[in-house]
């Protein structure tokens, strides 16, 4: 896709470099040598995905691409890249910064959707940030599962947390704003933009985000670091 | 009448600057840290951009240091103290043990570079895994014969190992590797055809007269694959190894089986570098390296009057260029020799 | 997605053919990119031309027949006219779209080629 290099801008990349506590910074040092890209599990296995193609656009600017990419949500922190760039960019942290940003424009939001679960029942219900119903169903045809295993070794099927630990749980939800959070994603509704309508794009141009609890709308991402396979139009 | 000389390192550099003043009827010490003159280039197949033999070259150029009654060469010695000022230094040099007092008008600098061994990146497994080597011991192998049982398998030359990178390494250049790189993997092609090369660059940096045409000689006549993308992993495999690395002209990982690898390794200041230059009162730069007068102009001058600067313990050098320095260096000294 | 390189050049089917329709200086390509600017079609291309080469190279069969943009070049020819090395584009591209319909592989956008639509039927195909 042609690029108009006039459209970027820097803004972005400068505003965020001091919220993020110092760890987002350095990205101008990318030497685009694709260490990371190389060794990136996720990159692997996804048609498009390229952790050095974001902190390219980063660093130039065009964060338009980056924030509305499907690309972005497909890295998993394993810090791989971190571990192994030669200029020491944190590139997991990175993402972490470009998905927020991504979020306060309005994309995204059904992914973080689908975690509202394990949020809400296993992690601040329970206590536990492995839900034991939802495994890995490959992991559960070779390995077996993991609480029948737990089960033969004489441990109860669940990992238990105390009522102490759970209630701490919930006390640091309530003060990092987690709890905030999940009450605002309360329903995702899902702009569809492939059936945009020139009065739907003035609508969406001219109107905030709402920001209200329990009705956060999105827009569609789009694979913006290359095609999948099969052509242009399936995005 | 006509001050000594003291030239310390009988490398390429040294051995120009010595031989050079020798020629203007000058007498010349030289220390040498080793047993044997040459430094780096002892470890040489061939080189670059002709291919030309580097063991015969080096031996013509040693046998005209040796064979002359002007140059007076202390094996195994190194130089303990320097004190006085351009024209009339009184240095003190440890030979084989014993201590000798030496009166120079002029001093030059040539001791070198120190080949990195790799050994913090644990990424690619040097001295970890078989069949991991440097570029270095690459060329020995060449030299004797090693390369040859690797017919018909696939041979990955790695880029900037230990150059440019911030974390492990050095963040400067070590401008000739690529070159040296393109060299091996076509000693590879001429020595074992029915090997495959595989070369992985970040860029191709061939800053010399003629590098640029052998690198895409490399590429175009001998069939060397070129694949832009820094190595992220050599893992061990059946036997094999894995490299893994992005092709970044498509933007895709990419896998490799591979049977050797050869990590171009940087080239660092040598480990006493900053103690040589505490001695002579020279200043360096904050690798190591030892730091001109004036970078532009004054290319072959240390900081301190009368104490010149040739070679490779300057920055990463070729041998062209450290030939150079070592003449040049030569001739400027003459003015403190009388 | 990660993909391997195979050392058998002689298994790279697409690389053979490409070859033996008159393509010997595939491996000259100096990566510039500057085809790729200058291609009055490669805002609308998946791949830039030099994308398309280095993965012929590769052997990336799958990913080049599926591409766009071996549809959309015009065989204008500009990016041999001001390549460094003059990379034959436009004969690569002919190749690629005959390679593609001996698989079955149908365009899949709406910006074919103009000449490459009307000589589809045509018995000599693609001229040069
Ligand atoms: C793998 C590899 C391949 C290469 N291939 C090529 C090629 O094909 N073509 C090319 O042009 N260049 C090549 N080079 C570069 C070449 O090796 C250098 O340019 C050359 O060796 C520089 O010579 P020098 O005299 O400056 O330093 P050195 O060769 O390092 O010599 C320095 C000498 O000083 C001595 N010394 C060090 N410290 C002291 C001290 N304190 N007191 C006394 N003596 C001391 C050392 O023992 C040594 O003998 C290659 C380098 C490497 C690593
Ligand atoms: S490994 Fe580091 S320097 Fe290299 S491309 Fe990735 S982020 Fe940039
Ligand atoms: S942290 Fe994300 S980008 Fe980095 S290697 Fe892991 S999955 Fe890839
Ligand atoms: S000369 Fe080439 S291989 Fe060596 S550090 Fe520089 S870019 Fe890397
Ligand atoms: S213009 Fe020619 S040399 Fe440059 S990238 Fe394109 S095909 Fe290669
Ligand atoms: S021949 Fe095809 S690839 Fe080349 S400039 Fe024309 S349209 Fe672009």
């Known amino acids: 896709m042609l690029e108009k290099a006039n459209d970027w801008s820097d803004t972005f990349y400068d505003k965020w470099k001091p919220i993020a506590m110092g760890f987002v910074n350095g990205a101008e040092k990318c030497l685009q040598c694709g260490k990371c890209t190389g060794q990136c599990p996720a990159a692997a296995v996804n048609p498009s995905y390229n952790p050095r193609k974001i902190i390219y656009d980063l660093v130039n600017g065009n964060i338009k691409r980056v924030l509305s990419s499907v690309e972005l949500w497909q890295c998993f922190f394993c810090s791989g890249c971190f571990a192994t760039c030669p200029v020491d960019i944190n590139f997991p942290f990175f993402v972490f910064m470009l998905r927020l940003g991504a979020m306060s424009q309005g994309f995204g939001w059904e992914d973080v959707k689908q975690l509202e679960k394990y949020a809400e029942k296993d992690y601040l219900q329970d206590g536990i940030t492995v839900s034991p119903e939802e495994r890995n169903p490959y992991v559960i045809e070779e390995r077996g599962d993991i609480a029948d295993i737990r089960q033969k070794a004489g441990m109860p099927r669940q990992r238990e947390v105390s009522d102490e630990a759970i209630a701490e749980i919930n006390m640091i939800s309530d003060l990092s704003g987690m709890t905030n959070f999940m009450k605002k994603i309360g329903g995702v509704e899902l702009y569809d933009c492939s059936k945009c309508t020139p009065k739907i794009e003035e609508k969406c141009k001219s109107k905030e985000l709402p920001k209200k609890v329990g009705n956060v709308k999105t827009h569609y991402r789009f694979y913006n670091y290359g095609v999948p396979i099969g052509g242009a139009d399936n995005a | 009448m006509s001050k000594k000389a003291l030239v310390i390192g009988g490398g390429i550099a040294g051995i120009n600057a010595a031989v050079e003043l020798a020629n203007n009827d000058k007498l010349v010490i030289l220390v040498e840290k080793n047993g044997e003159l040459g430094g780096n280039v002892n470890d040489m197949a061939a080189t670059f951009p002709e291919l030309d033999e580097a063991q015969p070259l080096l031996d013509e150029q040693k046998s005209k240091v040796e064979d002359n009654e002007n140059i007076d060469i202390k094996f195994n010695s190194e130089v303990i103290s320097v004190s006085g000022k351009a024209g009339d230094f009184k240095v003190e040099i440890n030979e084989d043990g014993n201590t000798v007092a030496e009166e120079v008008g002029a001093i030059i600098v040539a001791t070198g570079f120190n080949y990195m061994e790799p050994n913090d990146y644990s990424e690619y497994g040097y001295s970890r895994l078989d069949n991991v080597v440097t570029s270095q011991e690459y060329e020995r192998m060449v030299m004797n014969g090693d390369i040859k049982k690797y017919s018909n398998s696939n041979v990955v030359f790695v880029h900037c190992v230990g150059s440019r990178d911030r974390v492990k390494g050095y963040r400067y250049c070590s401008k000739i590797c690529c070159t040296y790189s393109a060299k091996h993997a076509l000693l590879l092609k001429q020595e074992v055809p029915s090997a495959n090369a595989f070369v992985f660059y970040i860029d191709i940096r061939a800053l010399g007269k003629g590098y640029e045409e052998f690198i895409r000689d490399a590429i175009e006549d001998y069939g060397v694959r070129y694949i832009r993308g820094r190595v992220s992993k050599v893992i061990n495999k059946e036997d094999t190894l894995l490299v893994k690395a992005e092709n970044s002209l498509i933007g895709n990982p990419v896998e490799l089986n591979a049977d050797l690898v050869v990590l171009a390794s940087a080239m660092e200041p040598q480990k006493d570098s900053k103690e040589l230059a505490e001695i002579l009162g020279i200043e360096t730069d904050d690798y190591g390296f030892y730091k001109e007068a004036q970078s532009n102009m004054e290319p072959v001058k240390s900081s301190k009057e009368g104490i010149f600067l040739a070679g490779s313990c300057t920055a990463p050098l070729e041998i062209r260029e450290s030939v150079a320095m070592g003449k040049a260096a030569a001739s400027e000294s003459l003015s403190f020799l009388g | ?128």
């Not at chain 3, 790279?12 to 070859?19: D, E, G, H, P, S």
């Not at chain 3, 609308?44 to 190279?57: A, C, S, V, W």
């Not at chain 3, 002919?94 to 000589?119: C, M, Y």
Request: net charge positive.
């Open chain 3, 1 to 128: 997605m990660l993909y391997k390189i195979g050392s058998d050049q002689k298994k790279n089917r697409i690389l053979q053919k490409i070859k033996s329709s008159g393509n010997d200086n595939l491996n000259q390509c100096l990566q510039c990119y500057k085809c790729g600017g200058m291609c009055q079609k490669s805002d609308k291309f998946d791949y830039t031309p030099r994308q398309i080469l280095e993965q012929i190279i590769d052997g990336l069969e799958e990913s080049i027949l599926n591409s766009r943009a071996i549809w959309i070049c015009e065989t204008c020819n500009e990016c041999k006219i001001d390549c460094p090395v003059a990379i034959n584009f436009k004969k690569i591209m002919a190749s690629l779209r005959e390679i593609a319909r001996e698989e079955g592989i149908e365009p899949n956008t709406e910006e074919v080629n103009r000449k490459f639509v009307k000589k589809a039927h045509c018995p000599k195909k693609e001229d040069d």
